[in-house]
């Protein structure tokens, strides 16, 4: 009877489970419900409220705090809080008097009014600051529901593009040619004039809950900027002309801000954030470009693989050959044979020297354990991110989940460079294990502080506040500096790393090598053919970052092309730094064609955001060669060490 009930009591807490697991929702996911007035409770809410987030642009690198431009602004309400993540990426969400109830249709309802006097000098820097924005096209970034705005317009062949942000403003040049968002409406034609978005459409698409009780839930928020000089900016009726100011214009000016709002409810809650990507005419030529790179990487990979296994066959094959000649018995006239059958070819050649350490093996090991840490850190993000804890939703949780991961990550960094140290016979742990700590995250740090200087100079809001920066200063010399320690210590306790032969007390002399199987022409060729395999998605992410397009998907394959630089190392005994530097040149490329990318993609004017433009491609491409170097090292140490451990050397 007691077995009973206590299959009885199991049968009870797995249906409990599995009833908590229906209504489980990832982290920055959990939905918010909205109901109409009068009918608000403690799970629904009636008002929905539009957070404002930095102003940026694609010809400036500097982003704005929305007060910066003197923009309609609520003093009196608190600040969201703000995570790691946000702070690096420079956001700065605060709340707005953007504020409407569910289902509640507005038309050119006013938001506030700004004055300015070209006479009074505040009020003049004001209203030219304003210009600034709008001749370099500087975006709104809204969020409605931990949502972002999206601005959807026409272009070419009927098609829509769709833009998580919407401009301030255009300008109409001297010329009469109308920039940016001046070409979609005909009536902007003023020449030397400006036309100020003082008025938007707001449409927010809901999905119904089938239960009544849960309300419904927000799926998607579009907009449309629009320009109306009211004629009564005390009672604005959103008729009349455009919003425009002349260029040479002094004197008073009252800018009146209005919005209107509407609710469509055709749109299902699966469908939530798929409005971001509507109609994105880069998305099928970026998906096109993944699945090129993948047919081409395992096309050659192929290849490559079908001749190293030729060519080991081939020198297996005459070993086994050369074995049986030696084992017959020779007359005393062949005794000349037998050696020159014993004569040694092939990658058995450097038996003896393969495992030879390398020149400046301090400095290879520590990039080893920085690329490990950068590699680890990589990995463990992506595949979060796959299972969806790293959500849109959740703001900054990618930059702060990969902080975190990186100084927790410091022991495994400290353990890779100590032992590879050690396996090169170095001696001197203490100058491996602080530079393994200081070297590359100090000098992306360094990169780092300069670039915050300029935006503080500037008065960005992608300076990092004194405060955080102590923060991340204490991150690192209070977690992943020890953490690095403790790595280091398990790495110079254990032994070294124990190769399948022996090394010879004298090297072998390098025959002479071919112009493209030398060092450096390897090295420089070595790397294009990965590169070849990622530069169009490169296209795709330098616009995500540069450009804030929305980016779907990038893989880096450069891995799988480590198979093709292991078969050319293996008759040099310097494999290790030209394994380094072969799958790292990659990065060198990355740079070069970030440089191009700059100079004919981007209209970046000024030399602040030149400055902080090829500051942060810096730091990228360090990563990046570190990243891409210690992969392929680790690739060839593997086919070298399988390749004297499978075949027996005598």
């Not at 795709?540 to 804030?548: G, R, T």
Request: with cysteine; hydrophobic share 45%; glycine share 6%.
């Amino acid at each position: 009877m007691c077995s009973l009930h206590r299959a009885r009591g199991s049968v009870l807490v797995i249906f409990l489970l599995l009833h908590s697991a229906t209504s489980f929702y990832l982290p920055g996911l959990a939905p918010v419900s909205f109901c109409e007035p009068g009918q608000a409770g403690k799970e629904n809410e009636s008002t929905i409220e539009i957070f404002v987030n930095r102003l940026d642009s694609v010809e400036s690198v500097l982003p704005y705090e929305y007060t910066a431009f003197d923009f309609c602004a609520i003093d009196s309400e608190k600040r969201p809080s703000e995570n790691l993540g946000q702070v690096l990426f420079g956001e700065r969400i605060e709340p707005s008097p953007y504020k409407f109830e569910f289902k509640k249709k507005v038309d050119c309802k006013p938001v506030c009014t700004k004055s300015y006097n070209t006479n009074k000098p505040e009020d003049k820097a004001h209203l030219d600051f304003l210009k600034k924005g709008m001749l370099l096209n500087y975006q709104h970034h809204w969020i409605v529901d931990n949502m972002p705005v999206t601005w959807c317009y026409d272009v070419e062949d009927g098609q829509k593009f769709c833009n998580p942000g919407f401009p301030i403003g255009c300008y109409v040049t001297e010329a009469g040619r109308p920039k940016d968002a001046c070409v979609v409406n005909s009536d902007f034609k003023d020449k030397d004039t400006f036309y100020v978005f003082n008025h938007v459409d707001i449409t927010i698409h809901y999905h119904v809950v089938e239960n009544e009780a849960a309300g419904a839930r927000l799926v998607a928020a579009k907009m449309e900027p629009k320009s109306y000089k009211h004629t009564k900016v005390e009672a604005p009726d959103c008729a009349g002309g455009p919003m425009y100011l002349n260029n040479k214009f002094s004197g008073e000016l009252k800018i009146g801000y209005t919005y209107s709002v509407q609710f469509d409810t055709h749109i299902r809650w699966a469908s939530r954030w798929d409005y971001i990507l509507e109609s994105m005419p880069h998305t099928n030529i970026q998906w096109f470009s993944i699945m090129n790179s993948l047919v081409i990487v395992l096309f050659l990979s192929g290849m490559v693989a079908m001749i190293m296994l030729r060519t080991l066959h081939k020198d297996i094959a005459r070993y086994n050959q050369m074995d049986s000649v030696v084992s017959l018995p020779l007359l005393p006239l062949c005794w000349s044979c037998q050696e020159d059958a014993q004569e040694e070819f092939g990658w058995k050649l450097v038996h003896g020297d393969v495992f030879r350490p390398p020149r400046k093996g301090m400095l290879l090991s520590v990039f080893l354990g920085s690329g490990t840490q950068i590699f680890i850190m990589m990995f463990v993000t992506l595949f979060f991110a796959c299972l969806g804890f790293l959500s849109p939703a959740n703001r900054g949780a990618l930059m702060t989940c990969a902080v975190v991961l990186w100084v927790l990550l410091g022991t495994p960094a400290g353990y890779v460079a100590a032992r590879f140290y050690k396996s090169f016979g170095g001696e001197k742990w203490k100058t491996n294990v602080l530079l393994t700590c200081f070297l590359c995250p100090g000098v992306v740090f360094a990169d780092f502080f300069v670039m915050n200087l300029i935006l503080w100079g500037e008065g960005s809001s992608a300076a990092m506040p004194f405060g955080t920066l102590v923060a991340i200063l204490a991150l690192w010399f209070c977690i992943s500096v020890p953490l690095t320690f403790i790595g280091a210590y398990f790495g110079f306790k254990k032994t070294g790393i124990e190769h399948p032969v022996r090394t010879n007390q004298i090297p072998r002399q390098i025959p002479e090598q071919s112009f493209y199987t030398r060092s450096l022409p390897g090295i420089v060729m070595g790397g294009i053919l990965p590169f070849g395999c990622i530069f169009i998605q490169l296209f795709f992410i330098l616009n995500s970052i540069w450009k804030h397009y929305v980016l779907s998907l990038h893989q880096d394959y450069h891995w799988q092309w480590c198979s093709f630089l292991t078969s050319g190392l293996v008759l040099d005994y310097h494999w290790q730094w030209r394994s380094f530097l072969t799958s790292g040149f990659t990065a060198v490329y990355f740079l070069v064609y970030a440089i191009h990318y700059f100079f004919s993609k981007l209209q970046i004017t000024g030399l602040a955001s030149t400055i902080l433009y090829f500051g942060y491609t810096m730091i990228m491409a360090l990563i990046f060669f570190l990243f891409t170097g210690t992969i392929g090292f680790f690739a060839c140490f593997w086919f070298v060490t399988k390749i004297y451990s499978v075949v027996k050397v005598d």
